[in-house]
């Protein structure tokens, strides 16, 4: 995800939670975010994943290559 679309979501959602925590509901709002940067995070390490399995893949095709030489 861009750092700009992460930073829009988060002043979207700042004012209901802020609300949240003026009305002694502040591990409501923690929960949430907790949850909204877990879902970034799994999201940044599935694109890692799927990169190293394209890299992995090329470095295969090029040693079949060379070995059927």
Known sequence: MKARYIFIILIIFAWPLFYLYQRQL???SFLLLAMFFL???????KKL???EKNIDSQQNKQKIKRNSR
Do not use: P, S
């Open 39 to 45: 879902f970034i995070a799994i999201k940044e390490m």
């Open 26 to 28: 502040g591990a409501v």
């Open 49 to 51: 994943k799927d990169e």
